[in-house]
């Protein structure tokens, strides 16, 4: 792979690339045809990473369909895929991660402990394997997103970051390949997630910058849902993700994280 990039690089291509765990949907591929837009070569990265998997989580049966997801992504406009076994990526004796300190622990990293360790590791290592000028990512992963562009600009990568918003269904459920485990029951009760959203925006549209009630307004419909629990609701700062005192007096994002049935899903509001 590296070699393919070093010559398009060689010949002035721009490259762009995608880094995803396949089992593709809509969301993904907004991301290849945004690549597409900005870029001469678009590389698909289908990995399912096992350093960002806690040792309870969904790793062994995280949706797999290579085939499918090629037969997807080739119209939205791929010229390369990148899919590595785990053995590849990771050969014994590996014993290096990056970390982006404080940027993930709150939220998502502290659920899900020693995770963006794994995905800033991952995506150091595919920016080294396919060597783009862009990476493009999913709003919907909203402290990724920020750990990414920060892990960037401390590393110096030479590597543009550019972000696209959040792919829903029509009835507000964002993608998620996750998504593929829910019950129909479950799947409705899902819907909490984006009414907790549009409750919070709701409440800031009409004035409201009390962090409480701001809060409070995202929780009350996923508590008044019984099949969901909430793992965290939380409003922060929109790129230091620190949380308000009291008063929202700066973009911030309304991020949350809740488990329906067994699955865990997560969703996110920009509020600025
Ligand atoms: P994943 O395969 O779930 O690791 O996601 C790969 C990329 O797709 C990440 O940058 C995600 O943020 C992005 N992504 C996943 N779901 C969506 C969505 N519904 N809308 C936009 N981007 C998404």
């Known amino acids: 792979m590296r070699a393919r990039a070093e010559d398009l690089r060689r010949d002035g291509r721009r490259i762009a690339v995608v880094p995803t765990m396949g089992a593709l949907h809509d969301g993904h591929l907004a991301l290849v045809r945004h690549a597409r837009a900005r870029a001469d070569i678009v590389i698909l990265t289908l990995f399912v990473n096992p350093t960002q998997f806690g040792p309870t989580e969904d790793l062994s049966r995280y949706p797999r369909d290579e085939v499918g997801d090629l037969a997807k992504a080739r119209p939205a406009g791929i010229d390369l895929a990148f899919c590595p076994p785990a053995s590849a990526m990771y050969p014994a ?16 990293g502290a659920s899900r402990p020693g995770h963006f360790a794994g995905v800033a590791t991952i995506v150091s290592k595919l920016f080294n394997i396919t060597l783009p000028h862009l990476a493009v990512f999913g709003e919907k992963d909203y402290q990724q997103l920020a750990i990414i562009r920060r892990m960037v600009r401390d590393l110096d990568f030479d590597i543009e970051i550019s972000s696209v918003p959040i792919v829903r269904e029509s009835d507000g459920l964002a993608l998620s390949s996750r998504n593929a485990y829910l019950t129909p029951e479950q799947r409705t009760a899902a819907l909490a997630l984006s009414r907790g959203l549009a409750a919070v925006e709701t409440a800031f549209r ?9 809060l409070a307004a995202a929780r009350a419909p996923i508590e008044s849902e019984s099949l969901a629990r909430i793992d965290y609701v939380e409003l922060r700062d929109a790129d230091e993700l620190t949380p308000f005192a009291t008063t929202v007096d700066r973009p911030a994002v309304l991020a949350l994280a809740v488990v329906v049935g067994a699955t865990r899903l997560i969703d996110n509001r920009v509020l600025e």
Request: glycine share 8%.
């Open 206 to 214: 009409a004035g409201e910058r009390s962090s409480a009630a701001l």
């Open 93 to 108: 004796g590996a014993q290096t991660f990056v970390e982006v300190r404080d940027l993930q622990q709150p939220m998502c």
